[in-house]
């Protein structure tokens, strides 16, 4: 199985500023044959289902802020989210779907 | 309008049963993969299973082979989760979720979630 590994748990950031979050995953999604990372993230709020952000790690999902991007290639990957606002707190996950399907444990973010 | 509605969750004695179902609505459900994933507080999202259009091929994750079985019912646009031998740990809310189809294998769609508590 594919094991997906986020950091940090947990972060708290000021409105406007840049928050990171990084995955990494235990073997590489990259599939050579059509050089795509089967690796999207979800934002998931309280009491809500999650919430498709990125998929092909980088692709913004149709009526996603431009503020969520996506990059990273092979193992590691990163979600940014350029300038925080207060919509935005919420837990983060990264998922491959390379191989079945595992999440990373969740990023929670929080205003500072 | 593309909407997942889980129903069946409940409370359920440990070595008990359980069918979940999920009803599709909005897009053209046979043509679709369909998903089972649950969230408990200290785990956060795991995947279950999966079924392909037809209900031909399925996969699931370990720590439910054996016990749990994915089912659909296209002529109904509804999805079944069947969940036997329930343990402590199957507790979570179990969503069904909808891929993009085609190759595109991440979840666009998903339900509101059911319940499920497996205690005595």
């Known amino acids: 199985d594919i094991v997906m590994t986020q950091s940090p748990d947990s972060l708290a950031m000021s409105l406007g500023e840049r928050a990171t979050i990084k995955c990494k995953s235990s073997?590489?999604?990259?599939?050579?044959?059509?050089?795509?990372?089967?690796l999207a993230w979800y934002q998931q709020k309280p009491g809500q289902p999650p919430k498709l952000l990125i998929y092909?790690?980088?692709i913004r999902e149709s009526g996603v802020p431009d503020r969520f991007s996506g990059s990273g290639s092979g193992t590691d990957f990163t979600l940014t989210i350029s300038s925080l606002q207060a919509e935005d707190v919420a837990l983060y996950y990264c998922?491959?779907?390379?191989?079945?399907?595992?999440f990373g444990q969740g990023t929670k973010v929080e205003i500072k | 309008e593309v909407q997942l509605v889980e129903s069946g969750g409940g409370l359920v004695q440990p070595g008990g049963s359980l069918r979940l179902a999920c009803e599709a609505s909005g897009f053209i459900f046979s043509s679709y993969w369909m998903h089972w994933v649950r969230q408990t507080p200290g785990k956060g999202l795991v995947w279950v299973s999966r079924?392909?259009?037809?209900?031909?091929?399925?996969s699931y994750a370990d720590s439910v082979k054996g016990r749990f079985t994915i089912s659909r019912d296209n002529t109904k646009n509804t999805l079944y989760l069947q969940m036997n031998s329930l343990r402590a740990e199957d507790t979570a809310v179990y969503y069904c979720?909808?891929?993009?189809?085609?190759?595109?294998?991440?979840?666009?769609?998903w339900g509101q979630g059911t319940l499920v508590t497996v205690s005595s």
């Open positions: 979720a909808r891929d993009r189809g085609n190759y595109d294998r991440y979840f666009n769609f």
């Open positions: 079924i392909d259009l037809d209900g031909g091929s399925t």
């Open positions: 998922q491959q779907y390379y191989s079945l399907w595992t």
């Open positions: 092909w790690a980088s």
């Open positions: 073997q590489s999604v990259l599939y050579s044959s059509n050089n795509k990372n089967y």
